[in-house]
């Protein structure tokens, strides 16, 4: 395993060369990431698939439970393209979607036995203590507060908050560029609380989704757009002629996978898994085959962070 930082924090530019997408929505004005480049299917990077584990026995009482009921729920995003999306089918795709699949195969359990359980960002924390998830693979940032609530084992990718825009908008460029502007975010999310900061002197609206904060942006509503910025990424590959992301990443967020904080066995074993399919290289193809369509490049995975 090579401890390095994201590609998260690789040129952002890239999106404007590679991408050839048409700006596709749903209904809500939220892109569609079912068109998301110009490529054939033919020609994109295949997912890898994952052996599933035999006779897994870990001292665990959140995977015993699982085992019981010969199923593992995992908590996840359905409106992040690239990194968790679920379509008008049903079906779920992204980097996060592989990376719950990997673990789960890990722990001996087959996609088919995986039940997928959309939770929003601000009811992580709660849905966890609560056992409505065994785990929590969607975008979350590993930090001191939330260490206090649950358990992380990770990270397993390093994000960095920035700002996705309006095409056409040369006036904003950071965050020290948006005073005066209003900014929208998840009520909860990190990157809400570092703008809020008062030296970045800005309004600021918070939503449930980060898909209506584009849609409030697409309208003219908010000025910008700021979340993690592989989050941002997919919504800009999707519509390239009308979004971009700023390119100057301002906190760093290394994503881990949630779960029950006292259930240290679980922890390590999932920690394991993580380093385990960066060595055989599962993790980076399933980034090329996701999260890799926006133009980000995979950087290798973070050093786990075993407490």
Same mark, same amino acid.
Do not use: W
């Given at each position: ?5 994201? #590609?998260a924090?690789? #040129?952002v530019t890239?999106?404007?060369i &590679?991408?050839?997408?048409?700006s596709?929505?749903s ?9 998301s480049?110009? %490529?054939?299917?033919?020609?994109r990077?295949?997912? @890898?698939? *994952?052996?599933?584990?035999?006779g897994? /026995? ?9 085992q ?15 990194l ?5 089918t ?20 087959a996609p088919?036995? +995986?039940e997928?359980r959309?939770?929003? =960002?601000?009811k992580?924390?709660?849905?966890i ?10 975008? *979350?940032? +590993?930090?001191?507060?939330?260490k ?7 990270p ?5 908050a920035?700002?996705l ?9 950071g @965050?020290?560029?948006l005073? !005066?502007? =209003?900014?929208? /975010?998840? %009520? !909860? ?11 970045y002197n800005?309004? =600021?609206?918070? %939503? ?17 757009v ?8 997919? *919504?800009?590959?999707q519509a390239?002629?009308?979004l971009?992301?700023?390119g100057? @990443?301002? &906190?760093?967020e290394?994503y881990?996978?949630g779960m029950n904080r ?5 922890r390590?074993?999932? /920690?394991? #898994?993580?380093e ?10 399933a980034?090329?085959? =996701? ?8 950087g !290798?995975?973070?050093?786990?962070d075993r407490?």
């Open positions: 395993m090579k401890p390095c930082k994201s #590609a924090f690789a #040129a890239v999106l404007a &590679t991408l050839t997408a048409t596709c929505s209904g809500s004005g939220t892109p569609d990431p079912g068109q480049d110009g %490529t054939r299917a033919a020609d990077p295949r997912l @890898p698939t *994952y052996e599933v584990a035999t897994v /026995s870990i001292d665990s009482p959140t995977l015993k439970r699982a019981s009921a010969g199923k593992i729920v995992i908590g996840v995003k359905n409106d992040q393209p690239f968790g999306f679920q379509d008008g049903g079906q779920r795709s992204g980097f996060d979607i592989e990376v719950a699949k990997m673990i789960a195969a890990d722990l001996g359990f088919r036995h +995986i997928f959309t939770i929003d =960002t601000g992580r924390e709660a849905a203590a609560a056992g409505q998830v065994d785990l929590y693979v969607g975008t *979350y940032t +590993i930090n001191d507060e939330r206090k609530k649950v358990g992380f084992a990770g397993y990718y390093l994000a960095g920035d700002l825009v309006r095409k056409d908008d040369r006036t904003i460029g @965050p020290y560029s005073q !005066g502007k =209003t900014v929208c /975010s998840v %009520t !909860g999310a990190t990157a809400l609380k570092e703008i809020q900061k008062e030296e800005t309004t =600021t609206v918070g %939503t449930e989704k980060y898909s209506a904060c584009v849609d409030k942006l697409l309208k003219g509503d908010v000025d910008a700021t979340t993690d910025d592989a989050i941002l990424m997919g *919504y800009a590959a390239p002629d009308k971009k992301v700023v100057n @990443p301002f &906190t760093e290394p881990g996978i006292d259930d240290t066995a679980l390590e074993a999932v /920690s394991d #898994a993580i385990e399919h960066d060595a055989n290289g599962d993790q980076e193809k980034y090329d085959a =996701t999260l890799g369509l926006s133009g980000s490049k995979y !290798g995975t973070p050093t786990v407490y």
